[in-house]
């Protein structure tokens, strides 16, 4: 049976929804116009890929034009790989391998020398080339326990409607985004279609978002959004469910904090996608009411190009290194490669030396951020090398700040 991947028409937008929802086990309300033109917006069909056999849609794929924060602070195009779905009458033919094959020449041809994903399935990408560079903590506390702490002087939080947070929140998250590797910008369409799409038909019993903003002097320096789901038993046990906070000074962050520790009938807080390296523990009276209910990875990174990748991003200090790189996915990246860094910044070639170090494109899509440990990796087979080059690697990789991303896309 024969498969290809063709042009998604508007003719074929329904069925391509279909095929996504069901394979993400849902169904389309084809009576919902808004959420068909939110689909529109959202989707770009010139970077779909939905995968016909016949007439019948039997896999799905596409990917975001993203520009993601890089270590050092640079802005780098991403194309942020989602919706990903193979119909079950098709499995193991060769779909997905199809779609990744399209997916990253495209990237490729586009100038896009970063590829990014939030995976569904641990074990699928790998083989693709992209590796786990980030992590997200999933939270909660009861307020009771955790102590409510004093109000953060000189700050005060308003409640703000909707229209108000979509002037102030997009500049606020600006300053935050350049500065954290693996955040990335947001437009003005996905801000309103993504971020305050607020529809009462898709909360799932929960309020419409909240929208706290943090000031200084009257001037906003933080927000947090969020929404809240009543209880009561003997004594009132509501929750505030934290959608995203975010805080370009550190009075803001305790402001905030704060602010969703002591909203009455409230207690029980809870926040899906935490930073790892936030000190939110050491904030609270205390911190042991804090549970971590998962940790688990957040954004996976693939070197598309990767001279290019590694000239994007800033290093610690300076030095060079030999890297051997292997990618049987994509062939123009297999090879050997010299990277020198001076004062932080550097240039990458191919070269036709012996390596120091040698690793596949997965792991070293994992190190980029700066987020991992390569010193760890090579203690489970992952980077070959002698010890002082792979010490020497790490050193040069490894970044002061934890690489986050705020959403999955």
């Known amino acids: 049976m024969s498969f290809e991947i063709r042009e998604l028409t508007p003719d074929s937008v329904d069925a391509f929804r279909q095929a996504i929802s069901s394979g993400f086990g849902h169904d389309v309300d084809f009576e919902d116009k808004e959420g068909a033109e939110r689909f529109g917006i959202v989707f770009n069909r010139e970077r779909m890929l939905p995968v016909f056999d016949g007439d019948q849609i039997v896999g799905t794929g596409g990917d975001f034009d993203l520009t993601v924060t890089v270590p050092g602070g640079a802005q780098v195009p991403m194309s942020g790989l989602t919706i990903i779905t193979v119909q079950p009458t098709h499995t193991r033919r060769g779909i997905l391998t199809a779609m990744m094959r399209a997916h990253i020449d ?47 002087p000189g700050v005060t939080v308003r409640l703000v409607s909707p229209q108000e947070a979509s002037e102030i929140l997009p500049l606020l998250f600006s300053e935050v985004q350049r500065t954290r590797p693996g955040m990335y910008q947001r ?88 930073p790892v390296d936030d000190p939110l ?87 980029y951020l700066g987020g991992r440990d390569a010193k760890a990796l090579a203690r489970i087979g992952r980077i070959e090398g002698a010890p002082e080059a792979v010490a020497r690697l790490d050193a040069l990789f490894r970044g002061a700040i934890a690489p986050w991303c705020a959403e999955v896309f």
């Open 106 to 152: 495209r990237a490729r041809d586009r100038g896009e020398p970063l590829g990014g994903l939030w995976a569904s399935e641990v074990q699928i990408y790998g083989r693709f080339g992209y590796g786990s560079a980030a992590d997200m903590r999933s939270i909660k506390y009861d307020a009771r326990y955790a102590g409510h702490g004093l109000r953060e």
């Open 187 to 274: 437009t003005e369409e996905w801000w309103k279609y993504r971020l305050f799409w607020d529809r009462e038909k898709d909360r799932q019993g929960l309020s419409a978002l909240r929208h706290a903003v943090a000031e200084e002097d009257g001037k906003p320096i933080g927000y947090v959004t969020y929404r809240q789901k009543s209880s009561w038993e003997a004594l009132p046990e509501g929750e505030i469910r934290i959608r995203e906070i975010i805080t370009p000074t550190d009075a803001a962050y305790r402001a905030l904090w704060h602010y969703v520790t002591n909203i009455d009938l409230f207690p029980i807080v809870k926040h899906w996608n935490l």
């Open 281 to 367: 523990q050491m904030l609270l009276r205390d911190g042991r009411a804090l549970s971590t209910e998962d940790l688990s990875d957040s954004l996976w990174m693939r070197l598309i190009e990767v001279p290019k990748a590694l000239e994007s991003r800033s290093y610690t200090g300076s030095g060079a290194i030999t890297i051997d790189v292997h990618d049987p996915f994509a062939s123009w990246n297999d090879g050997t490669y010299r990277l020198e860094v001076e004062d932080g910044q550097a240039t990458c070639r191919p070269v036709g030396m012996d390596a120091e170090v040698a690793m596949d494109v997965n792991t070293l899509g994992a190190i």
